[in-house]
């Protein structure tokens, strides 16, 4: 079975005490680019990208259920393009400069969509997840695509062909870019298997064994600023805390937390080049960040006392003043349900502003007005429908009553 290939690193975790909220190194404050939508993972029904309409904001490609597939353009508004309901879409760049769609439809199989009406049929399979990763650092992504009993399977459209990854069928999944810079690859989570990471190097499967412990939803992959320029791989180990991968020539573990992980994503919230992480526990209460201060195991800031909502829409950042700012940190914005919708700016003299009073089903940041940063905050508010913040003018949009399909979820 194919996932045997490559050298094993097993790593058996030492399960610590669980620290309690003194334990944190509370400071005062001196002030996450999710992989969404390259996977269906965390599903949300919209995929923000520029999908090569020669204008340079991002669309709004957006699956409504039964209403089919629509694509929002500021000039343009709302454009059918396919009638059928899919199971999940995904932005995907299989040509320099631009995005296409992958969407699974499900008994009628995988299809790629390419702007502005041409859809290809690339597989009659039904696949569980999708996921948009350049593994062999030609420029362009490629398909990895989970069919379940199946397998994983790998479509290349310079091939334009599949190749078997293995038979397996994995619980969880990250992508990352940490083995070799600007090859990406994705971490499988595979049960009783492990934790195992496959790259292309350049023309075939490579598997690696990261640990016999199972994940859980909860990771995350950046440069958060230990080490070389790779990324470093947050990954929720649940009951055995929260572990930080770190491969600099040689792989190394280090625990950040012993405490449950409910939720998080990662921002430049601190620095303009490196991640920080934004962090919601299951026994803590709050709102925290971890940031890389120089030394493992990093450093804990409770940013606010609340909690969010978790599994739903969480927080999520985006830039709304990045085109005065010019140093990369982004702000976010954090749903805490019926206290409303609030944005962070960590730099700002009044750290907290609430810019809506509803509490969003999801959110999805977007470059709507084409300004080369993502200004733009798109929430879906269930019966009030889809809307959209600009930050730049600190003023709400609705796009449309109906709320995008969110029923295929992990």
């Known amino acids: 079975m194919a996932i045997i290939l490559g050298i094993f690193i097993v790593t058996l975790f030492v399960s610590l005490a669980s620290f309690t909220q003194e334990d944190f190194k509370i400071t005062e404050l001196k002030n996450p680019d999710p992989s969404y939508p390259t996977t269906s993972i965390w599903y949300r029904g919209v995929v923000a990208a520029d999908i090569g309409d020669g204008d340079a904001n991002h669309e709004m490609v957006c699956d409504f259920g039964d209403m089919g597939i629509w694509v929002y353009g500021t000039s343009t508004k709302w ?116 934790l195992w990471i496959n790259w292309w190097p350049p023309e075939y499967p490579t598997w690696r064994k990261l640990s016999p412990n199972n994940i859980g939803a909860d990771n995350a992959a950046g440069d958060m600023g230990a080490g070389d320029i790779a990324d470093e791989i947050a990954f929720d180990f649940e009951d055995i805390g929260f572990w930080i991968y770190q491969y600099d020539s040689t792989p190394n573990w280090h625990q950040i937390t012993g405490d449950f992980v409910v939720d998080l994503i990662k921002a430049h919230v601190v620095t303009g080049t490196d991640y920080d992480l934004i962090v919601q526990f299951n026994t803590i209460a709050g709102l925290w960040m971890w940031d890389y201060n120089g030394a493992w195991p990093g450093q804990w800031t409770r940013l606010s006392p609340d909690d969010p909502t ?70 879906d508010f269930g019966t009030e429908g889809l809307w959209y913040y600009d930050g730049q003018t600190g003023t709400w949009t609705k796009l449309s009553p109906d709320s995008p399909d969110r029923g295929f979820t992990f």
């Open 310 to 379: 978790w599994d739903e829409a969480f927080c999520e950042p985006f830039d709304p003043d990045g085109v005065m700012e010019l140093t990369g940190e982004e702000e976010f914005a954090a749903d805490f349900n019926t206290l409303g919708l609030w944005l962070y700016d960590h730099y700002a003299p009044i750290k907290w502003i609430k810019i809506n009073e509803w509490s969003p089903q999801f959110m999805v940041r977007a470059d709507l007005n084409g300004v080369g940063v993502d200004t733009c905050l798109v929430c």
């Open 79 to 194: 454009q059918q393009i396919a009638p059928e309901n899919p199971d999940w879409i995904i932005g995907i760049q299989l040509t320099s400069g631009s995005y296409e769609i992958v969407a699974d439809f499900g008994t009628d199989g995988l299809w790629i969509w390419d702007y502005p009406n041409t859809w290809i049929r690339i597989s009659p399979d039904d696949a569980e997840n999708g996921y948009a990763v350049d593994d062999d650092g030609d420029g362009i992504d490629e398909l990895h695509a989970d069919f379940g009993e199946i397998g994983i399977w790998r479509y290349d459209i310079a091939l334009q062909g599949w190749t078997l990854l293995t038979g397996w069928n994995p619980d969880v999944t990250q992508q990352s870019d940490s083995w070799t810079t600007g090859i990406g690859e994705i971490c499988y989570d595979f049960g009783a298997g492990g």
